[in-house]
């Protein structure tokens, strides 16, 4: 999207990054989480890609549990459920000789309200919402003759969320931090009986036990002009446009996403051209007046007086 788009009010990728904790168990075991905001055919998306050392992968499913019919769980199957269980497409999942990597994908609702016809906000942000506040780059600048230097920060999306997977109680199982944490399930509205549709992260794959969190990787990434710097990484798309990263860990520290460019200012280059434009006159009219030939009381005359001087001697009397 282009650099103006900067100036708006950005949803909330982090009204449902909390998915990024979707692999909150495989810290330093090479796993990371990347959430994209962008736009396709003018539908909005926020896109969740998880990549997995595919040893940590073996492992896991060396170890895995079985379901009710018997199975063990594969790592697809399980994302696929998780994502799938808050309305999530899959967009692609592969696996390499390094990972296994998955992409799925939600858009928002244009609506205002949730497809269960609920109201009071996207689909997005009523069912995967972890963290309430908004994406703004408030901007600032400074200013001289000829350009402007604007700056334009934000908290990063991931910000809090370490803490608000602390505080997860065992009773809870309606976000995604909750049901990697504590699995997904509901009670019998008569016996209180508890129905397991999925297990945590730990009980569908038991190798992770012991892991902590603290090093996985998270990743928002964003798309923008490619004339600008930032405190992410970036790398260059088609045309002008780039792809921003801005990478952290799970853990409790806060940090700020950044953009500066440079714009000129029109008045101070309209004064560089007048002045120029001055001077260049100036010149002008120095040099013809240096060359204009110098000329005589002579040359001024139509005739030279001395050659007819007799002139009056042969006026008639």
């Known amino acids: ?14 009204t449902v990054c909390a998915i990024a904790a979707c692999a909150l168990a495989f810290s330093g075991c090479g796993a990371s989480v990347t959430v994209r905001d962008y736009t396709e055919n003018g539908t909005r998306y926020n896109m969740y890609t998880v990549s997995i050392d595919l040893d940590t992968v073996r492992k896991m499913e060396a170890s895995a549990a079985t379901d009710a019919n018997g199975d063990k769980y594969n790592v697809h199957g399980y994302f696929f459920e998780l994502f799938s269980g808050f309305g999530c497409e899959i967009v692609d999942s592969v696996y390499t000789s390094d990972a296994y990597t998955a992409s799925y994908r939600i858009a928002f609702s244009d609506a205002g309200a949730d497809s269960g016809g609920n109201g009071g ?52 199982s309606s976000s995604v931090i909750q049901r990697l944490k504590n699995g997904w399930f509901s009670y019998k509205e008569n016996t209180g009986e508890r129905i397991t549709y999925l297990p945590s992260v730990v ?23 490619k004339r600008m710097s930032s405190s992410g990484t970036s790398r260059d798309l088609d045309g002008d ?13 806060e940090s700020d996403m950044s953009f500066a460019y440079t714009r000129p200012v029109p008045y101070g280059w309209y004064g560089v051209a007048l002045a120029a434009g001055g001077v260049v006159f100036g010149v002008i009219m120095l040099v013809t007046r240096a060359k204009k030939p110098k000329t005589t009381l002579l040359d001024r005359f139509p005739y030279n007086p001395e050659e007819f001087r007799d002139y009056d001697s042969h006026l008639p009397m």
């Open 121 to 172: 906000g996207s689909f997005v942000s009523d069912r995967l919402r972890d963290i309430a506040e908004s994406v703004d780059f408030s901007a600032s600048y400074k200013t001289n003759p000829f350009v402007r230097k604007y700056v334009k920060k934000s908290a990063n999306p991931f910000n809090g969320i370490r803490a608000e997977y602390d505080a997860v109680l065992p009773n809870q």
């Open 241 to 253: 446009y780039a792809e921003y990263v801005f990478s952290r860990y799970f853990d409790t520290t």
């Open 1 to 14: 999207m282009p650099t103006a788009a900067l100036k708006k009010r950005i949803k909330r990728i982090g």
């Open 203 to 225: 009980d569908a794959f038991p190798y992770l036990r012991g892991f902590e969190p603290d090093l996985l990787k998270l990743n928002y990434a964003m798309t923008g002009s």
